[in-house]
């Protein structure tokens, strides 16, 4: 990720800030593949992401506000990238686990947040995923 694509980002999630004043939640940037491959092993298989170059993990506090506006501020993060970009639920998971306090406090997380949400980058490709039709959420009509 580099500079101009973090400031977007970082412009993004603070453009707005409907409910708490000022916000109480806290964005980690994680830009370093090999610190992110490291804690991919410890996802179980089934959560694996692959191929992943960077990852903003959202935090709030214990409320139903911070969660809210964290919640919004990474959508907002999401809807402003400009490379291939995804929600994860792998990240969100691990980070709302007890096991992964020593690691929050290690990346500065602020004692008592929760997780909020992940976004996970990936390398731009060429070839683009093929994704299978889901018949129950598509319908087409001519």
Same mark, same amino acid.
């Given at each position: 990720m580099d500079d101009?694509?973090?400031t977007e980002l970082e412009h993004a999630a603070l453009n707005g800030c409907p409910f708490e004043q000022p916000?109480?939640?806290h964005f980690l940037f994680i830009e370093n593949p090999e610190i992110l491959q490291e804690m991919e092993a410890l996802f179980p298989e089934e959560r694996r992401e692959k191929g992943i170059t960077d $990852?903003?993990? $959202?935090? %709030?506090?214990r409320?139903? %506000?911070?969660? $809210?506006d964290a919640g919004a501020a990474l959508n907002r993060m999401y809807e402003a990238a400009s490379s291939a970009c995804r929600f994860s639920d792998s990240f969100t998971v691990f980070f709302s686990r007890r096991e992964a306090e020593a690691l929050k406090e290690a990346f500065g997380v602020?004692?008592?947040?929760v997780c909020a949400g992940a976004l996970v980058f990936s390398a731009p490709s060429e070839e683009k995923p093929e994704v299978p039709l889901r018949w129950d959420v598509f319908s087409y009509m001519k």
């Open positions: 101009r694509q973090r916000p109480r939640w $990852a903003v993990i $959202a935090f %709030s506090a409320s139903a %506000s911070s969660a $809210a602020p004692e008592g947040y």
